[in-house]
C-alpha cells in the first residue's frame, strides 16, 4: 500500500511564496507518474502540474505556468511544487497525486494524500 503525505501550505500574502512536498511511503518498487491538483471551496478540483516518473517530463496548467514549478527527488516518488507570486485565487486545498502501478496485474490506481491548505490573503 503507498501512502502520500502532503506538507508545507499556510497563509501567505499575496505576492509571496511557498513549497509544498509531498512525501510517498509503503511499497513503491517503480516510479510514478505524479501530480499536483487543488480545490477550492464550491469549484472542482483541478490538476495543476504533473511530471512524468523519470523526472524529465512536466506540464502546467495555463493559470500556473511560469509561477508553478514541479520537481521530485531522483531515483524516488517525493514530490514538490514550488509555487510564487500567489494570488487570491491560488487559495485552496493542494493534493498529491500517485498514479500506483500494480507490478502482478498491471493494473493502476490512483492515490491521493490528505491535502494541504493554502490561503493567499489580499
Known amino acids: 500500500q503507498v501512502q502520500l503525505v502532503e506538507s508545507g501550505g499556510g497563509l501567505v500574502q499575496a505576492g509571496g511564496s511557498l513549497r509544498l512536498s509531498c512525501r510517498t511511503s509503503?511499497?513503491?518498487?517503480?516510479?510514478?507518474?505524479m501530480g499536483w491538483f487543488r480545490q477550492a471551496p464550491g469549484r472542482e478540483r483541478e490538476r495543476v502540474a504533473a511530471?512524468?516518473?523519470?523526472?524529465?517530463?512536466?506540464a502546467y496548467a495555463d493559470s500556473v505556468k511560469g509561477r508553478f514549478t514541479i520537481s521530485r527527488d531522483k531515483g524516488k516518488n517525493n514530490v514538490y511544487l514550488q509555487i510564487t507570486s500567489l494570488k487570491p485565487e491560488d487559495t485552496a486545498v493542494y493534493y498529491c497525486k500517485s498514479a500506483v502501478v500494480i507490478v502482478a496485474t498491471l493494473g493502476e490506481y490512483d492515490q491521493w494524500g490528505q491535502g494541504t491548505q493554502v490561503t493567499v490573503s489580499s
Open positions: 511530471i512524468v516518473g523519470s523526472g524529465t517530463g512536466t
Open positions: 509503503g511499497r513503491t518498487s517503480m516510479l510514478y507518474d
